[in-house]
């Protein structure tokens, strides 16, 4: 993070189009715009840029006092979800003479084009503006070189041809705002490549790609899928009751497990007085697909395995390939988390899958509380993560 004497140094860079400034404390839009545009570093410093709250535009200080509610504000922009691929940020507070200041330090993406709210803002001198279609192409490009997570590399054995368009037509209305599809001119290619889902360098879908609309997506990755058993014991070598390879394109995989887990989950009627009664469910229903979701989303593609959701008489295992991943480790987790595949992380936000980033395990162990069940149990080793679920007794 910047020192003082770095920030008294920005207050007078007035035409800098790396800072921004701004005396508002509520515009959240305002907010976002600026954290997007500052990850797409359209001028390529590869550096960070700044937010200052608490100035105004020809660098004197409002007299703000920075509040602790203020900066969870801001630091909550890097996990709602509204900038997409999750943006890199710290968040800081100054007091300086004449008042206080409020600093979003923004990191450029390795990922670019960044949106929010489906749209590609870019730094234009020291004002922000919305991309055109040549500014997009050149943040595409840009993002080929980049790219180091599995899912937005090129998936080499792929044609155009192994997508179904028509999903991907679907996908692009709830990723990209209504007003940038209409003034579109654009080829597939390039659409695809702008939501990172297609490599225009080596004319074949990324991995991400294959996987949200491929028309068999285990073709090329043979471990995407989830092997599901339905136990009527507790023991792994009991005859199953049911069982499925559930595979297909990430949206159809996603729907499918939503629909079983409404099945596992039995419901009782409990009397609380003569004239009330409540419903206790053996498990809480979202709880578990908070920890379905963040297995797809945090897997290792790369792998051969599958992830495993076995349902036991008394348990429900659900394993994924690949170990805690970037910061994450087993100290921290569930404070700390990176993204194996941001791409797929983004796009299972934008299909509402996923509400808000970093918070899927923490809001499963508050709902399993709540409903009386144990804590989720979770095992770690370098290849994989096995997460427990224990079924409410009472």
């Known amino acids: 993070m910047l020192t003082v004497d770095q920030l008294k140094e920005m207050l007078s860079a007035i035409e800098a189009d790396n800072i921004e400034r701004t005396v508002s404390v509520s515009n959240t839009d305002k907010f976002g715009e600026a954290i997007c545009a500052f990850s797409n570093d359209m001028p390529n410093h590869r550096g960070p840029g700044y937010l200052l709250i608490g100035v105004r535009d020809d660098g004197t200080l409002s007299g703000l006092t920075v509040t602790d509610e203020l900066l969870k504000n801001l630091g909550g922009i890097r996990s709602d979800g509204n900038v997409l691929p999750q943006p890199q940020t710290n968040v800081a507070k100054f007091s300086l003479d004449g008042g206080g200041v409020a600093v979003v330090e923004v990191y450029p993406s390795i990922l670019p084009p960044v949106r929010y709210r489906g749209r590609v803002y870019i730094r234009v001198g020291p004002r922000r503006a919305i991309a055109n279609e040549q500014e997009e192409r050149v943040l595409t490009e840009r993002r080929v070189a980049m790219a180091r997570s599995f899912d937005a590399q090129p998936c080499i054995e792929s044609t155009l041809d192994e997508l179904a368009l028509g999903q991907f037509d679907a996908y692009r209305r709830e990723a990209v705002d209504t007003e940038t599809i209409l003034s579109n001119h654009r080829t597939v290619e390039q659409q695809l490549a702008s939501l990172r889902l297609y490599d225009p360098e080596r004319a074949c879908p990324t991995h991400a790609g294959i996987l949200l609309f491929g028309k068999n997506p285990c073709f090329f990755l043979p471990g995407a899928y989830v092997q599901y058993l339905k136990l009527p014991g507790t023991d792994l070598t009991d005859?199953?009751?049911?069982?499925?390879?559930?595979?297909?394109?990430?949206?159809?995989?996603?729907?499918?497990?939503?629909?079983?887990?409404?099945?596992?989950?039995?419901?009782?009627?409990?009397?609380?007085?003569?004239?009330?009664?409540?419903?206790?469910?053996?498990?809480?229903?979202?709880?578990?697909?908070?920890?379905?979701?963040?297995?797809?989303?945090?897997?290792?593609?790369d792998s051969n395995s599958p992830i495993r959701f076995y349902a036991f008489?008394?348990?429900?295992?659900?394993?994924?390939?690949?170990?805690?991943?970037?910061?994450?480790?087993?100290?921290?987790?569930?404070?700390?988390?990176?993204?194996?595949?941001?791409?797929?992380a983004e796009a299972m936000k934008s299909l509402g899958f996923v509400n808000r980033f970093g918070y899927g395990v923490l809001r499963a162990q508050a709902l399993l509380a709540e409903n009386g069940n144990l804590p989720a149990e979770f095992e770690f080793d370098e290849h994989s993560v096995l997460v427990k679920i224990y079924r409410r007794m009472k």
């Open 313 to 344: 008489s008394d348990h429900i295992e659900i394993q994924s390939p690949g170990g805690l991943y970037g910061e994450a480790t087993r100290e921290n987790f569930p404070s700390r988390n990176s993204y194996r595949n941001p791409v797929i």
């Open 239 to 301: 005859e199953p009751d049911d069982q499925a390879e559930i595979s297909g394109d990430l949206h159809s995989v996603l729907r499918e497990l939503e629909g079983r887990l409404k099945l596992l989950v039995h419901t009782k009627m409990r009397a609380v007085n003569k004239l009330q009664e409540e419903l206790l469910p053996d498990y809480p229903e979202w709880a578990l697909r908070e920890l379905l979701m963040n297995a797809v989303m945090h897997r290792n593609y």
